[in-house]
C-alpha cells in the first residue's frame, strides 16, 4: 500500500480542487494537490513538499480531516487529507492541467479521482 497525502485548502468559503495532466492515469480528473510520501519524510514534510512541486507554494499542515484507503487497478493507496493554509503566494499550474476553488455545493459538477468519494459525501455534509 502507498502512503499519499494531500491538503485541504479553504479560501473563504471554497475549497481547492486540482485537475490531474493529460499524461497520467486518471487523466483529468480533479483531486486534492498532494502525492506520495518518500522514504524518510514525516507527513506533513510530504505534503509541504509536494505543494511546492505541483501549485509553488507551501503550506502550514494542521490537522487530518480524513483518511481513506483506496484500491485503483494501478495502485492502492492510503491517503490522508489534511486540513491546511497556503502560507505564501498564490497557486500555479505546474504540474496540474488547472487549479480551481470551488464550493461544496459545486462538487458534483466535477468529476472526482474515486479515493475522494468518501471525502467529498463528509465535505458536503460538514460545510454545506
Known amino acids: 500500500m502507498v502512503q499519499v497525502v494531500a491538503a485541504l485548502i479553504w479560501k473563504e468559503d471554497k475549497f481547492m480542487i486540482c485537475q490531474r495532466p493529460l499524461d497520467k492515469t486518471r487523466a483529468l480528473q480533479w483531486e486534492f494537490v498532494g502525492g506520495k510520501v518518500e522514504a ?57 492541467n488547472d487549479i480551481r476553488f470551488i464550493t461544496p455545493d459545486e462538487i458534483p459538477q466535477y468529476e472526482f479521482c474515486p479515493a475522494d468519494k468518501d471525502i467529498l459525501a463528509k465535505i458536503i455534509a460538514e460545510y454545506k
Do not use: W
Open 40 to 96: 524518510g519524510e514525516t507527513l506533513p514534510q510530504a505534503l509541504n513538499r509536494e505543494c511546492m512541486e505541483e501549485i509553488g507554494v507551501g503550506v502550514e499542515v494542521g490537522e487530518i480531516f480524513m483518511e481513506v484507503d483506496h484500491v485503483y487497478p494501478d495502485i492502492t493507496i492510503h491517503l490522508t487529507l489534511f486540513n491546511a493554509v497556503l502560507s505564501d503566494g498564490e497557486p500555479k499550474k505546474l504540474e496540474h
